[in-house]
């Protein structure tokens, strides 16, 4: 039986999880509901319908997923309140806001889960992090089944342990591209093309990661890489004299922090 499932929200995470269910096989009855009239052609290819207006065909959803911005998430939820209906599950991927603050703005109790995963869970390979607090065991198995056929899952102990997951894996793509930039930046400084530069970065990022899991001990990875008295090790002394280390942990901190208190200026 195939699941109906009503999407708010068509932006860059929307269009991933599609992916991951479009190369999963899974079939399911997709709404797409954005008020950007725009986003319904990076939707095409995926089979969903997409509107801009709110129906009593929200009612009749399986599952509701919450993508909108946290900014919009208040707006949303109570808009969207007349629509639900007490057996449909729902499912918010919006950093930051709490379940108490979803429930808050509605008018009757519902299954509320909060997930984070990020954007490869457009190939499959993700995790989807989810905290639920309700006792409703089935409703959360049902879920779980619906994750699977597009992802890898992990239930989470706290909503505060999803704040930190959203801030060290929600986010943590961003890290890795703002560090590919940077290798491929020190290529062009070093008078390498743009086009080389990107693909030797591309390259070293990608096959550092397959080295990775091959060699998950990284301690035992840098000092195989790291020879006494060479050039690596000049450039890991200048990095931990510098202190990047600490300087990253507090801008993930930051980014913590932020998802604690999503919605204040």
Do not use: W
């Amino acid at each position: 039986m195939k699941n109906h499932i009503t999407i708010f929200g068509a932006g860059n995470l929307t269009r991933s999880i599609l992916n991951g269910i479009y190369l999963s096989d899974a079939s399911h009855n997709i709404d797409v509901i954005d008020v950007d009239k725009k986003k319904r052609i990076g939707l095409k290819k995926y089979g969903v319908s997409f509107r801009t207006d709110y129906t009593d065909s929200i009612s009749k959803s399986d599952f509701i997923l919450l993508l909108v911005k946290p900014k919009d998430s208040i707006e949303l939820i109570k808009s969207i309140d007349r629509f639900l209906n007490k057996k449909t599950i729902i499912i918010s991927f919006m950093a930051g806001i709490s379940i108490k603050q979803i429930q808050d703005n509605l008018s009757a109790n519902f299954n509320i889960i909060r997930a984070m995963t990020n954007l490869t869970v457009s190939n499959g390979e993700a995790i989807i992090f989810y905290y639920n607090k309700t006792p409703f065991k089935k409703n959360t198995m049902k879920a779980e089944v619906f994750f699977k056929t597009f992802s890898k899952i992990k239930k989470c102990k706290s909503e505060d342990q999803l704040d930190k997951l959203t801030a060290l894996y929600g986010s943590g793509p961003a890290y890795y591209v703002y560090f590919n930039d940077i290798i491929t930046k020190s290529f062009m400084k070093l008078g390498f093309n743009r086009r080389d530069s990107m693909m030797y970065a591309d390259n070293l990022i990608s096959e550092t990661s397959n080295l990775l899991k091959d060699s998950p001990n990284t301690r035992n990875l840098i000092k195989a890489i790291a020879s006494k008295g060479g050039t690596t090790e000049a450039a890991l002394l200048k990095l931990k004299n510098d202190k990047v280390q600490e300087r990253v942990l507090l801008a993930i901190k930051s980014a913590y922090d932020k998802s604690k208190n999503i919605l204040k200026k």
